[in-house]
């Protein structure tokens, strides 16, 4: 029986490297591997795109040249080769039009290979952004190596190297660049609610955003899914040539909450820690490939184990944890089944932009001083929805400290967040910016 166990494992691997050794991915040594993501960077934060704005000509190419990257690993497409185009009504009237590229690699294993593991990353960047100087508006496009153009190249070349190796992979994968995440999340909502029709049988989702910048670390949120902590864990013990660091604070927003409030296990890989980034400084040139090819490795193996492993549980319903969450006075913002909602938006960076940089005010000596930087800030969001026990955690100057404090305690009243439907008080931590122009 043991020799034929290892006769058959010897011919599966030929037939493994017969069937995938003329495949565009396979044999590529670092140097190559890099220099793919050098050329998809490229190309993917060119002018030539204009910011790869929704709706726009430049994320048409871009959809268009992920589409032809895919087919060129074997991967299947399941949306058209220019994506899949959506439209969808904002609240004031107007239709947001986008696109979703969508592949397919199937899984070998006959119980789970109609089971799916979502592999995603965003296809727009910020495009133009509109700014005052002196009382005049003026408009500047955004091209965006780190956001999320180094998303999207690590994507593709995931979805390589998944392709050439898919009779290691239980479940099916989905490759899918998300058109709009910036405009509500609207191409991963579209995907969820509207094109792809087998929702409860995708088993777990990874996020691919900002990935670029290896040198500011490497970072994963789960939001606190146990179950995803433990494959981070496990892979921790493995010779691995980097390890992320777990977080308990979101990095960034992006598509993986479309799928947590669909109650679908998600775990966000990114090297932009803060929601906030430099998009003066967001060229080419901050690229860091080596950093990348590591993290490709890393997100390659978490991703077999994914797809090989038992299905992740949104949440462990065992009475401890239950109990846990009830018996804390403060439920940390992400527990929350209901996030609390600050003028129709969960996001913290909703509440910055349209509240805290609305009505701070620079301190005029801080500002002669040249005293800047950040202030991490707690407060809790009560059962009314009321802002509580604003505190610093971490401060720059008591000049900057007391301000951020003071126009977090100003702000109008939030919806509360629920656990199981009811209200709960709900930690909140934000870092405020103070930033000094130089003239």
């Given amino acids: 029986m043991k020799k034929l166990f290892v006769f058959l494992s010897v011919f599966i691997a030929l037939e493994v490297s017969a069937q995938y050794k003329d495949s565009p991915y396979s044999g590529l040594n670092e140097s190559e591997v890099s220099e793919s993501m050098r050329e998809h960077i490229g190309f993917l934060s060119s002018a030539l795109l204009e910011g ?3 709706g726009s000509q430049g994320e048409k190419e871009a959809a268009e040249y992920v589409s032809d990257v895919l087919e060129s ?10 994506g899949d185009l959506f439209g969808l009504k904002r609240e004031d009237g107007d239709t947001l039009t986008s696109r979703n590229v969508v592949g397919f690699i199937p899984g070998y294993d006959r119980n789970l290979r109609n089971h ?11 495009g133009t952004m509109k700014f005052t100087v002196d009382g005049e508006t003026k408009e500047k496009v955004f091209y965006g190596a780190n956001g999320n153009a180094s998303g999207l190249a690590m994507l593709m070349q995931l979805a ?10 239980k479940r099916s994968v989905i490759i899918a660049a998300f058109g709009s995440s ?39 949120y789960t939001s606190s899914n146990e179950d995803l902590n433990d494959i981070v864990s496990a892979l921790s013990n493995t010779l691995q040539p980097v390890q992320p660091r777990l977080v308990s604070r979101e990095p960034v927003s992006s598509d993986h909450r479309s799928f947590y409030e669909k109650e679908i296990p998600s775990i966000l890989f990114t090297t932009g820690i803060f929601p906030e980034y430099n998009t003066e400084r967001d060229t080419e040139s901050i690229i860091e490939y080596q950093d990348m090819e590591r993290e490709l490795e890393y997100i390659y193996y978490f991703s077999i184990s994914l797809a090989n492993g038992n299905k992740p549980d949104f ?20 527990e929350c089944d209901t996030k609390p909602v600050f003028l129709g938006s969960s996001d913290p960076a909703y ?73 709960v008080k709900a930690g909140v931590s934000v870092y405020v910016d103070f930033k000094l122009k130089k003239r």
């Fill in 52 to 54: 790869r704005k929704a």
């Fill in 73 to 82: 690993y074997g991967v299947d497409l399941l949306s058209g080769q220019s």
């Fill in 116 to 126: 799916y593991i979502v592999i995603g990353a965003r296809l727009d960047n910020l």
């Fill in 160 to 169: 390589g190297r998944l392709s050439s190796n898919r009779l290691l992979l």
């Fill in 182 to 220: 910036l405009e509500m999340s609207a191409g991963s909502w579209y995907f969820l609610n509207r094109s792809f029709k087998d929702v409860d049988n995708i088993d777990a989702m990874i996020n691919l955003d900002m990935l670029g910048t290896g040198s500011n670390g490497f970072y994963c």
């Fill in 315 to 334: 949440r462990r319903e065992d009475e401890t944890r239950k109990k846990t969450i009830f018996e804390r006075e403060v439920v940390p913002y992400y």
């Fill in 351 to 423: 509440f910055l932009k349209k509240w805290v940089y609305v009505y701070l005010r620079y301190p005029e000596e801080a500002v002669r001083d040249g005293i800047q930087g950040r202030v991490l800030v707690d407060f809790i969001i009560d059962e009314k929805g009321r802002i509580t026990d604003v505190t610093v955690r971490k401060g720059v100057d008591p000049l900057l400290d007391e301000e951020a404090v003071r126009v977090i305690k100003a702000a109008p009243d939030w919806k509360p967040g629920k656990v199981n439907g009811v209200k």
